[in-house]
């Protein structure tokens, strides 16, 4: 009788433990979402904040990036059944606050464990060493195809701290009903538009010139770079303004100045902070060339009835011989140290965002450009005049240099070329008050 007993107890017993096991296995078993809240399995033994755009995710108003988050998403979290990602949203029109909003969290240990980073903010983030480095997570065959002007930005030491998903350039628009050949120089620039402005009483050319980063972004460091200018040397110091580096400045300036005392461009740069005033010039039909984006292309066709008459090339430089861009972009940043919490995001940027079959696949349902020289293998690319053209730009492209000391010096330039512009400094006194104003800036950086 005991051992029947014995027999039952144990059976009864077997019976609970696969009962048991039974459920737990349920409890666990991968629950796949893709929502405007979460990504991956809602049952996840690692789940990862991410701060991005609300575009990329099922929570953009724009058909095709829906369906280019919900496929791709779908794809990583089945192929990743033990990651999650819980998703934050970044405010497009607060870029800044945002961005000082993650450093703060970063400096405090509670920041989102990924979060998408203006390359403008690369640098800051970099100083406060609050990154973490991708490499051991990433083979560098996969690194290689990124453009080297990215790499200034996103690795330090060796070491790559972001990944670069999109980017955009600077470019001449002309009208070529007015202007057969477009200016290759400075000086021809100047003739040509003067001649059309006199001719036609439009403006001969536009460009933002006023107290803004579009101060320093268009309306001068590609025309310093296309000299060889160099904004830091060693240790951030600020050199823009000695060496051989003050004459070829002072020379932008005076291009910039030149500009309005002959008539070519109107005093209005002065105050233009941005391209609305421009698109809306270009509207009423009423300038023959002026500086804007890569993305100003499809804008153009929009509110132009004839958009063929305008056309696009490489931005004027001193001399016919130099080339020279302005590109920029977001990136993708991995703020925890968790290892686990780091190859969850590492997996998920590379499948979504960085690879080259991923960022085609991005690049292509947002309309926009990639960086990575092999994506403009892909037959989409290949086959699109316009990114044929654009690859030109981004071959002689460079970034706004990786250090948390830029903004300040970048502020600086549009000051001091502000006041040349309206005439309170001459470009040899506003270019010596510049270096002497940014050193002052550097020595209050290095403490």
Not at 123 to 138: C, H, K, S
Not at 139 to 150: E, N, R, S, V, Y
Not at 297 to 326: C, G, H, K, R
Not at 390 to 415: M, T, V, W
């Amino acid at each position: 009788m005991k051992r029947k007993r014995l027999v039952l107890a144990l059976v009864l017993m077997c019976v609970g433990f696969l009962v048991f096991a039974s459920g737990s296995s349920e409890a666990k078993k991968p629950e796949i979402v893709v929502n405007e809240d979460y990504i991956g399995n809602l049952n996840a033994e690692t789940v990862i904040t991410v701060a991005m755009y609300k575009d990329n995710s099922v929570a953009s108003t724009y058909p095709e990036r829906r369906e280019w988050a919900l496929k791709t998403q779908t794809a990583w979290a089945n192929a990743n059944p033990q990651y999650g990602v819980e998703i934050l949203y970044v405010d497009a029109s607060q870029i800044a606050v945002e961005m000082s909003k993650f450093l703060t969290e970063a400096e405090l240990g509670v920041a989102p464990d990924v979060i998408h980073l203006d390359s403008f903010f690369v640098g800051t983030f970099l100083d406060a060493g609050v990154l973490q480095p991708l490499n051991e997570f990433i083979p560098q065959d996969d690194l290689d195809p990124f453009f080297d002007w990215t790499k200034e930005i996103t690795v330090r030491d060796g070491k790559q701290y972001a990944l670069w998903g999109e980017t955009d350039a600077r470019l001449l628009f002309y009208r070529k009903d007015l202007i057969p050949t477009p200016p290759r120089t400075w000086d021809e620039l100047i003739e040509i538009a003067t001649q059309v402005s006199r001719e036609t009483g439009m403006h001969g050319f536009l460009t933002p010139s006023g107290m803004s980063e579009a101060a320093s972004n268009e309306g001068t460091w590609p025309y310093f770079w296309g000299q060889g200018g160099e904004i830091f040397g060693e240790n951030s110091r600020p050199v823009l303004g000695e060496g051989e580096n003050r004459q070829k400045l002072i020379d932008v300036y005076s291009f910039q100045k030149r500009l309005i005392d002959s008539g070519a461009a109107p005093i209005d740069i002065a105050s233009m902070t941005g391209f609305d005033p421009i698109l809306a010039e270009v509207a009423a039909n009423n300038v023959a060339m002026f500086i804007h984006g890569t993305w100003a292309v499809s804008q153009v066709a929009e509110i132009v009835e004839d958009s063929s008459v305008w056309d696009y090339t490489f931005l004027p430089m001193a001399e016919a011989d130099q080339f020279s861009n302005t590109c920029g972009g977001w990136t993708w940043a991995v703020l925890t140290d968790n290892i686990e919490k780091k190859k969850a995001a590492v997996s998920f940027l590379m499948d979504v965002i960085g690879s080259k079959e991923a960022m085609a696949a991005r690049c292509i349902a947002h309309g926009q450009i990639p960086v990575r020289t092999d994506v403009f293998e892909h037959e989409y690319f290949k086959n699109d005049p316009d990114m044929v053209r654009f690859l030109e730009q981004f071959e002689i492209g460079h970034s706004r240099p990786a250090s948390s000391l830029y903004p300040a010096i970048s502020d600086l330039n549009a000051k001091m070329l502000g006041k040349v512009l309206i005439g309170e400094l001459t470009p040899t006194q506003a270019v010596d008050q510049l270096q002497q104003d940014a050193l002052k800036e550097w020595e209050e950086w290095k403490k």
